[in-house]
């Protein structure tokens, strides 16, 4: 480790020069007619979509009548899951951190084999509506469910910011400076509060439902966008022809040492820990983990996996070559990428969008490239918030609060926390402290920590209780916040310098904590479990029925079939 | 596990006549809920063949997820070597295609195998709203407590 960065979040990277603005140097700022039509219609759109498809119960809210099949419910996955940090902020890592930026290709894609084989079809069995009502009723606990709804609208926070820093720089190349328009905010703070006001403002008009006809559009205009700036800019620059995603090898040796070297910015312990953190997050994240109740049979959870899967290394396989691209160009036509100054992290987080404009492309054609990004945050922030807004209207307000409250109610709430979110989001993405990917990376350990052991150890081992589990949220919780107290909180306060402890952020950082996090909390709750009484019957009997390979009935819990006593089947008609 | 049929299963027979072998029996013959959950004791014919499958999977997850760039580290010089043809240093493609290819792969594999595991147990999902497949759970699920 060669220190550890303030102005990037990678542990190991060493700070750039700080820049005063996010503004990112070299990039072409100004109002472009093409690309903002562009962008405005493609929100236009997705707007109408979520107006087309608006809901009025909760059941479509949340989870779309359960009615998505295979190959739409894959791409759902892939536009939930391919977010700013995908599209933009992997290809900064791996432009500026080199071997260690591919952690997030392998993090973000390889997790979902143990999602495929150890959660999904029971998670569709299951079949609640939000991942807090797992845990609350798994573990037969308010509290549980209380904690669950609390890190879920926390993750949805954390990996927001992340994304409101994408949008916004995306957003700067399509609009230009709009800093003049609000005293004391900049280009960056006003873009921020702009995109989020058209994000919020889209998804308290259309619920899941909207949301989940709107990803696969989004998905449909990320993917295309990201390949096809790819392609041409490979093609135009004399990198590649058909396949850049294989003929960027070729361009490895002329990127620098820096490019490729493996362990020079980062420990094989800071690779290892990454990895893991964004493995286990990715199995642990709610909005992830709830589109698997989405399906109409757990055959379909299967099989939605790998498509999803399949989708999202379209664009993993693809982030690398851009990055190689970004980072050739930036050399030729700014200076070199490495070295002192070297590429700022700014330009770096739009380093897909400055290598189409680097090549000389039509402004139109980066305005498309411009446009995926966007589309892929806001997708992605609309899971965000709808998981984290059911976890208050759903698992806080009906099921704690109101046990009576009505449809329209629930909504309301439900509308009043994804605005809620969308406040909080723009405030911390103003100033945020770490980059793109780093900030989605703090949510996944976050996941990784609290909700992943729950749902595995839940769904894996019966006599799971609610003493264990409560034991293990709350460890989860204070583990992922030492790292994050240590490294990034410092970042917002002057007087301190982060991290406040090096050895601690040598050994359990806070992007790659659940390496650390994730055995002690297994231990903690499988030992208070059996130090503890068992769970109930009915809860282990309802564990069994989300393992049992009978066929369900579509709209049917794992709790329906064991509550009916065996009496029927029967679907409910609603 | 066979020491289950002693329930009145009698109109399961008749429902799921059609399936032929050992494992569709012993699948009728289970009552799920009634077999305990636990990753590291299946406890019926199906969890065991499936878990089979799963912890092979999980294997060559952790050998090609972690295997490269743990090679990388013990072996820094072999694998930073250039790939013939493609121009990769081996370390790079193993971590930045190979892994990511490999989940998806195993996936696929994951997937085709529990389909042929239903099918071994003779279990439908064409038809999950099916009343007569459903008996069957139904009248497992019904037995004691």
Request: glycine share 10%; net charge negative; proline share 4%.
């Amino acid at each position: 480790m060669t220190g550890t960065g303030t102005e990037t979040g990678i542990p190991g990277i060493t700070a750039l020069p700080l820049q005063e603005s996010l503004l990112p140097e070299s990039l072409d700022i100004s109002f472009k007619v093409v690309p903002a039509v562009l962008v405005l219609g493609m929100l236009a759109l997705f707007l109408a979509i979520g107006f087309v498809f608006r809901v009025a119960d909760t059941e479509d809210m949340w989870v779309a009548g359960r009615s998505i099949g295979n190959v739409e419910n894959g791409m759902a996955i892939g536009a939930n899951w391919m977010s700013a940090a995908s599209y933009l902020g992997m290809a900064a890592s791996i432009a500026l951190a080199g071997f260690y930026g591919l952690v997030f290709v392998v993090g973000w894609t390889t997790g979902y084999f143990i999602l495929l084989i150890f959660l999904a079809a029971q998670l569709r069995r299951f079949g609640k509506y939000t991942a807090p009502d797992f845990v609350g009723d798994r573990f037969n606990s308010d509290s549980a469910r209380a904690i669950a709804a609390v890190t879920t609208f926390l993750i949805g926070f954390v990996y927001a910011i992340g994304q409101a820093k994408g949008m916004a720089l995306v957003g700067l190349y399509v609009f230009g400076d709009f800093g003049f328009l609000l005293p004391g905010l900049d280009g960056y703070q006003v873009m921020v509060i702009f995109m989020m006001a058209i994000t919020v403002g889209y998804l308290t008009l259309s619920g899941m439902l909207g949301a989940t006809k709107n990803q696969a559009v989004q998905y449909t205009i990320l993917i295309v966008a990201f390949l096809v700036g790819l392609f041409v800019v490979g093609y135009t620059n004399g990198y590649s022809t058909v396949l850049p995603q294989l003929e960027y090898g070729m361009l490895i040796d002329d990127l620098g040492s820096e490019f490729s070297e493996p362990f020079v910015t980062s420990s094989y312990y800071l690779w290892i820990a990454t990895t893991f953190s964004l493995i286990v997050g990715t199995c642990g994240l709610p909005h992830v983990l709830v589109r698997f109740y989405t399906v109409e049979s757990e055959r379909t959870a299967r099989w939605s996996t790998v498509w999803g899967l399949f989708f999202i290394c379209l664009l993993y396989w693809s982030a690398p070559a851009f990055a190689a691209f970004g980072t050739d160009l930036y050399t030729t036509n700014v200076r070199p990428t490495y070295g002192d100054p070297g590429m700022a992290s700014a330009a770096s987080e739009v380093i897909v969008v400055l290598a189409a404009q680097l090549s000389n492309l039509p402004e139109w054609f980066v305005g498309i490239v411009a446009a995926g990004g966007i589309a892929a945050a806001i997708a992605t922030v609309a899971g965000l918030f709808i998981a984290g807004s059911s976890a208050i209207s759903h698992d806080i307000y009906t099921n704690i609060i109101n046990e009576d409250a009505t449809q329209r109610q629930q909504i309301l709430v439900g509308r009043l926390s994804i605005v809620a979110l969308g406040v909080l989001t723009t405030l911390a993405a103003l100033d945020p402290a770490s980059s793109i990917a780093a900030l989605v990376g703090y949510a996944f350990a976050l996941a990784g920590s609290v909700l992943f052991p729950m749902f595995f150890i839940g769904m894996w081992w019966e006599n799971a209780n609610r003493q264990g589990a409560l034991a293990g949220m709350t460890t989860g919780l204070v583990l992922w916040s030492i790292p994050m107290i240590n490294e990034i909180v410092p970042t917002y306060v002057s007087s301190l310098e982060a991290p406040l402890s090096a050895g601690l952020a040598q050994w359990m950082p806070a992007i790659g904590s659940a390496l650390i996090t994730l055995p002690i909390v297994f231990a903690v709750t499988i030992i208070v479990s059996l130090v503890t009484d068992d769970p109930p019957a009915e809860t282990k009997r309802i564990v069994r029925q989300c393992h049992s390979p009978e066929p369900m009935g579509q709209q049917q819990t794992a709790e329906d079939v064991v509550a009916d006593g065996g009496e029927s089947q029967t679907p409910a008609d609603d | 596990m066979r020491d289950n049929n002693t329930q009145d299963s009698d109109d399961e027979l008749e429902t799921d006549g059609g399936v032929a072998g050992g494992h569709g029996q012993a699948h009728r013959d289970t009552d799920y809920l009634n077999q305990e959950v636990n990753l590291l004791k299946p406890s019926t014919p199906f969890m065991r063949d499936h878990l089979r499958v799963v912890w092979t999977g999980f294997v060559i997850w952790v050998v090609a997820v972690f295997g490269p760039v743990t090679l990388t580290y013990l072996a820094t010089d072999a694998m930073t070597t250039q790939m013939p043809v493609l121009g990769f240093p081996w370390h790079y493609f193993l971590v930045a295609f190979g892994a990511p290819t490999s989940a998806l792969l195993l996936s696929v594999w994951y997937s085709r195998k529990r389909d042929a595991l239903d099918e071994k147990y003779g279990i439908d999902h064409t038809t999950p709203e099916g009343t007569e497949h459903g008996g069957a759970t139904a009248a497992d699920g019904g037995v004691d407590e």
